[in-house]
């Protein structure tokens, strides 16, 4: 084999990026969040993986709810604010056109392209199922709403392609955004073009 | 607001693409896998989240154990083939070089850019959690080792712009791969030129 044996990693490449927003003493709070994943759906579950550290932790525990806001590359610089700034010293609260649905506590970004608002429904915390010394909590949300402008849709739904999303990726020491790039095949159906070669 | 409230879905824009490995009943089978999230850096954690349906699962829950393969742009066929193929109807013990590491029963792939070995510290089944009728199982595991070929790394880790991973992304009722596009800036980085205008 030709294979290197290489320091075990948390290598996940790419990962999106998306704004996680709480309230936090009844004040809006955001944070860039690479760590999304989704899980079901029927309901709709999702997850943010977020840093014990993270001030936004206090609203979604306090309030049971949080949403999750897609940025577009636009908003690249704003997004990563959001990561670099803490909650705990600066106020986000303005710097974005805030807006809540139907659980009131669980604040959305209008400039977003998407905006999913979700109901805590299951935290792991990851030192209880580990002995890392940082922590991380896994909150699984329901989306009980979700609001786009048209022109982010094609047919009702969300259009990857139109909203043009963020792509973060560790390269080796550096953390980089990406573009989106070309298309490259139909999921669920360029496989079939695959032939067995028996190795 | 000009916002359209739409039908709540799992939506996550985009998501990486690996191929899951298991051994079932002693034989080597590789699933596609949308949904899969980092967790914790030291140990580090990784989810990958399977429907129940999915036969690796069967050798995840017998070995605790299940290797992470990230796939590059030219294995998009083989990739798919594997998404679309289930275990139980098609052998795919030998469509792949199959190489086996410390936990000895968690199947890794030598055409795979990055394989990582996990070890399952903890499942969540969505069933337990939502009123689903379908159900996933979010397989948490700790990566015990991590190897790739010298021409994937920079300074002994990972590169992501060596790797060119697959990106998928669910555009509407299309789900299709796409190529990592052109880098927009570097995280934790590019937000310090962000100035707060006052709404």
């Not at 030192?127 to 896994?138: A, F, L, Q, V, W």
């Not at 909150?139 to 009980?144: K, N, S, W």
Request: proline share 5%; aromatic share 10%; charged share 20%.
């Amino acid at each position: 084999m030709t294979k290197n044996k290489i320091t075990p990693g948390c290598y996940v490449f790419p990962t999106p990026v998306v704004l996680v927003g709480a309230n936090v003493n009844d004040k809006a709070n955001f944070n860039a969040i690479g760590w999304v994943c989704g899980h079901e759906f029927t309901p709709p579950l999702i997850s943010i993986c977020s840093n014990h550290a993270h001030h936004t932790n206090v609203g979604i525990k306090e309030n049971q709810t949080f949403s999750i806001n897609t940025p577009t590359i636009e908003m690249v610089e704003i997004t990563d604010y959001c990561g670099i700034k803490s909650g705990k010293s600066v106020d986000k609260s303005e710097i974005f056109d805030v807006f809540y649905g139907e659980l009131k506590t669980a604040p959305m970004i209008e400039e977003a392209a998407l905006n999913l608002e979700c109901k805590l429904i299951h935290t792991v915390d990851t030192k209880e199922i580990s002995n890392t010394k940082m922590g991380h909590y896994i909150f699984i949300g329901e989306v009980v709403q979700a609001y786009a402008e048209e022109k982010y849709l094609s047919n009702g739904a969300p259009d990857v392609e139109k909203i043009k999303p963020l792509v973060l990726s560790s390269s080796n020491s550096k953390v980089n955004y990406y573009e989106m790039g070309k298309e490259i095949g139909r999921a669920w159906n360029i496989g079939l073009n695959y032939k067995k070669e028996k190795k």
